[in-house]
């Protein structure tokens, strides 16, 4: 059973920044890719961002390219979200999960919820302007 555990979320204001950490438990977090999704009331969970098992490739949503950046450590089963620059929108609860393909052919493959089998408890990101 695997298990991830967000945190580093809080309160900021416009403009501000946060780094989101995501610790999964196992020994083969190294062989699996990990994506950042949020979820907004009333919304939908969206795709925020992916990063290959190896960290060799990252992917993101239009809405934080340029702003957000997914890295990972795998001596520390960790992976990481750092949040520049930050707007009202991107209020929202942000989760980690694995993804299930180790190799990405289209972007459905990392973008789609579907794509990823094991999630965290999220962790609240709410924004100010």
């Known amino acids: 059973q695997v298990q991830l555990v967000e945190s580093g979320g809080g309160l900021v204001q416009a403009e501000g920044s946060l780094r989101l950490s995501c610790a999964a438990s196992?020994?083969?977090?190294?062989?699996?890719?990990m994506g950042w999704f949020r979820q907004a009331p009333g919304k939908e969970r969206e795709f925020v961002a992916a990063?290959?098992?190896?960290?060799?490739?990252?992917y993101y949503a239009d809405s934080v390219q340029g702003r957000f950046t997914i890295s990972r450590d795998n001596a520390k089963n960790t992976v990481y979200l750092e949040m520049n620059s930050l707007k009202p929108e991107d209020t929202a609860v942000y989760y980690c999960?694995?993804?299930?393909?180790?190799?990405?052919?289209?972007?459905?493959?990392?973008?789609?919820?579907?794509?990823?089998?094991?999630w965290g408890q999220g962790t609240q990101v709410t924004v100010s302007s």
């Open positions: 990063i290959t098992n190896n960290g060799g490739s990252t």
């Open positions: 999960a694995r993804n299930i393909y180790h190799t990405y052919l289209t972007s459905t493959y990392y973008r789609a919820p579907a794509s990823y089998d094991y």
């Open positions: 196992g020994r083969t977090f190294s062989n699996y890719g």
